[in-house]
């Protein structure tokens, strides 16, 4: 069955100290890669994607991800987090073979503090 | 930019009752998606819909949750009868083409307490 960890239910940091969001999947067929954030009181919005090609792919907010498909890893950085990113942040995987379905991780608490 | 609207926003009524949630998709957007979020169980997909047909509803309670899409500009959920367990955050959320490859557009959500 495919899935999505997101190692750490929350990440506590400093403002300006750089951040990396784990995230790792398990899928027997090939997968398109997603990170979405949620400010409280709002949908998700998204961040960035990883469909094919460079295996690094930039997002809105200087977010960046790197796809590692032999470890099977979508992991979210950011060189330097504003109190302004303090949200929740889920990685997604869309299946090859059914039609955009998403499959969420369980969410990663970002909390920056001044 | 174009939005998900979602209405109600909120909706606090007692269980028993039906709750009916509605859903505008992006012009021009052929594929609608159901989530629930709780605390406990994060985001789950309920159901959805590609050019109006459903496609999967195997994440809802089949006895007391309904979904449809009466047209091209509007999507429902129905709950009836309302229970306790069913109080959550509801998001619509809507995509175009066959959508594997393409970013969900999520709504606002309705929060749902059923007392």
């Known amino acids: 069955a495919q899935s999505v960890t997101q190692l750490d239910s929350q990440v506590p940091v400093f403002e300006e100290a750089p951040v990396e969001l784990r995230c790792n999947y398990s899928?027997?067929?090939?997968?398109?890669l997603f990170w979405y954030v949620q400010y409280p009181n709002q949908g998700l919005q998204l961040l960035l994607k990883y469909l094919s090609g460079s295996t690094l792919v930039k997002g809105i907010n200087g977010f960046e991800a790197e796809f590692n498909k032999s470890q099977t890893s979508f992991h979210l950085r950011k060189p330097s987090v504003h109190i302004s990113d303090t949200a929740e942040y889920f990685c997604a995987v869309s299946l090859y073979n059914q039609g955009g379905k998403l499959i969420f991780g369980q969410g990663t608490e970002l909390s920056v503090k001044p | 930019d174009a939005r998900v609207t979602q209405t109600p926003r909120h909706k606090v009524t007692e269980m028993g009752q039906e709750v009916t949630m509605r859903c505008q998709p992006i012009?021009?957007?052929?594929?609608v998606f159901w989530y629930r979020q709780t605390m406990m169980q994060g985001l789950e997909l309920l159901a959805y819909f590609r050019n109006r047909a459903p496609l999967d509803d195997s994440g809802m309670p089949k006895d007391r949750f309904s979904a449809e899409m009466p047209d091209a500009t509007l999507a429902t959920l129905k709950i009836q009868p309302s229970e306790p367990r069913d109080s959550a955050v509801y998001f619509c959320?809507?995509?175009?083409?066959?959508?594997?490859?393409?970013?969900?557009?999520f709504g606002d959500g309705t929060r749902l307490s059923i007392l």
């Open positions: 899928s027997s067929v090939s997968v398109y």
């Open positions: 959320a809507s995509g175009a083409g066959d959508g594997r490859d393409q970013p969900q557009h």
């Open positions: 012009l021009g957007h052929n594929t």
